[in-house]
């Protein structure tokens, strides 16, 4: 016994770990410097066009923006002042119009898409379709409203503006709204139907709303892309230089009006233009920066 007390314990051999020093001058750690600085180069030279355009939207706009602006009518030739603020109740107006068809429409493809039937063959055509009108041009929508309603009402109309750009708004809600009732896990909807849920009831109570932040997101991007379109305005909507007092008459709208003031000679109406470029960069950007928020928000959760 005094023997195997007097024995000294056997050690693990001593393993000398890797040097984790950072050798500038290693290759691997040069291709990082330099892959990364490229990065930042191109990335800088690609938004100086972008800051660019919106230093000079601050700087011409700015100075003309007021509230005058934004609520008076448009002037006519000589004429000084005005605003286009008949231009921002039909850009808001039409963009109103054409989620309220767009929207419900959307998701309920997305539901069929992604839940009712996903592997039917209309499924698939639709699915097709959907992502080929999401290059769609959009001339080609207004070419075609003009055919279908501008033609058959014999006007230019809210209407007729609101049903194009439901158009361009349809594949994007679509799909968005299919990817992001995709993602609700299976396991959810299994438990639901395992405490005897109905189809409905499984749809309504957890697949909507846990892929509401994904829906709201892909709704927003349509919108704020529907409220900077301008082409399929010139054959649907056309343009006023009044207050909108009927939905189905000729509608003014900021895409309309930036195009119109920007080829006149007047120093007048160009300010207005500038002022009123800066307007539809604004809505825009705060549409993708709300989709930005609630795409964050769905992450966080």
Known sequence: MSQLQMEEPVLPPRIELPALEKNLLEVRALKNYFLTSMVWVLAVLASIPLFSVIYMLIVQGGARLDVEAITALPPAGFEMGGGFGNAIVGTLTMVGIASAISIPI??????????????????????????????????????????????????????????????????????????????????????????????????????????LPGILTGVILAVAGAAG????????????????????EPTASLSILIYNFSGMPFENQLEL?????????????????????????????
């Open 106 to 211: 959307g998701i309920m493809a997305a539901l069929h898409l992604s839940i009712l039937n996903p592997s039917s063959k209309i499924a698939t055509v639709s699915r097709f379709l959907a992502k080929v009108l999401t290059g769609f041009p959009s001339i080609l929508a207004g070419v075609f409203v003009y055919a279908v309603i501008v033609i058959t009402t014999g006007t230019y109309s809210a209407w007729a503006g609101g049903v194009a750009l439901a158009v361009l708004m349809l594949p994007t809600v679509t799909l968005a709204a299919e990817e992001a009732m995709k993602q609700v896990p299976q396991k959810m909807k299994d438990a639901a139907f395992g405490m005897g849920c109905t189809r409905t009831q499984v749809i309504l109570k957890v697949v909507l709303p846990t892929a």
């Open 229 to 248: 379109e301008s082409a399929p305005l010139l054959f649907t909507a056309l343009f006023s230089n009044y207050y909108m007092g009927e939905l189905a």
């Open 273 to 301: 233009a500038w002022a009123a470029s800066l307007v539809l960069v604004l809505l825009v950007l705060f549409f993708n920066i709300l989709a930005r928020v609630v795409g964050r928000s769905k992450f966080k959760e």
